[in-house]
T-cell receptor
Framework: DVKVTQSSRYLVKRTGEKVFLECVQD?????MFWYRQDPGLGLRLIYF???????EKGDIPEGYSVSREKKERFSLILESASTNQTSMYLC???????????FGPGTRLTVL | AQKITQTQPGMFVQEKEAVTLDCTYD???????LFWYKQPSSGEMIFLIY??????QNATEGRYSLNFQKARKSANLVISASQLGDSAMYFC????????????FGTGTSLTVIP
């Protein structure tokens, strides 16, 4: 089975802090994704990566950056956390083609 | 315009009954894929079913089936014989193009199964 893990289930940070969210997948998938999920808004794509060191902006990249130095690891970085970045963050991976995404358990981030 | 629209914020169904969750999509690309995911209260997103735009038959996976009406651009999820464990959020999603990686998600439908 594909396993996607995220470094924390719950995280509390202060405004202005730099925040790192880590995601690791164990199935050698080329593609990895970061979403945020907010009530009433569904899932919105922040960034995705189709290869090591390659990244593409999604719908809401502002205030975020990403890093993919190894194929299995995709990091989301909040350079200076703000309260409006309080949300659930979901990481996913997939092979190409018509295959589905496999999701991690999510990180619920609270920025105070 | 929204790529994926789910108009039912909440639904209730009696145990053992069937339920249909609505999803409409918007794309001009002839090649696309439609997905349904389930998200229980634990938060994990679970893939349920996939329908390709060129698939002639409606997709089925156990108690899940996808009612694909291409001309109406709808991809409704049908759950037969509902169980208490089906209570969850359900999300419809679309991927455009043959090699596209961007998935568009709807806002979700919260399903509650009543004993």
């Amino acid at each position: 089975d594909v396993k996607v893990t995220q470094s924390s289930r719950y995280l509390v940070k202060r405004t202005g802090e730099k925040v790192f969210l880590e995601c690791v997948q164990d199935m050698d998938h080329e593609n990895m994704f970061w979403y945020r999920q907010d009530p009433g808004l569904g899932l919105r794509l922040i960034y995705f990566s189709y290869d090591v060191k390659m990244k593409e902006k999604g719908d809401i990249p502002e205030g975020y950056s990403v890093s993919r130095e190894k194929k299995e690891r995709f990091s989301l970085i909040l350079e200076s956390a703000s309260t409006n970045q309080t949300s659930m963050y979901l990481c996913a991976s997939r092979e190409g083609g018509n295959n589905e995404q496999f999701f991690g358990p999510g990180t619920r981030l609270t920025v105070l | 315009a929204q790529k994926i629209t789910q108009t039912q914020p909440g639904m209730f169904v009696q145990e053992k009954e069937a339920v249909t969750l609505d999803c409409t999509y918007d794309t001009s690309d002839p090649s696309y894929g439609l997905f349904w995911y389930k998200q229980p209260s634990s938060g994990e997103m679970i893939f349920l079913i996939y329908q390709g735009s060129y698939d002639q038959q409606n997709a089925t996976e156990g108690r899940y089936s996808l009612n694909f009406q291409k001309a109406r651009k709808s991809a409704n999820l049908v759950i037969s014989a509902s169980q208490l464990g089906d209570s969850a959020m359900y999300f419809c999603a679309m991927r455009e193009g043959d090699y596209g990686n961007q998935f568009y998600f709807g806002t979700g439908t919260s399903l509650t199964v009543i004993p």
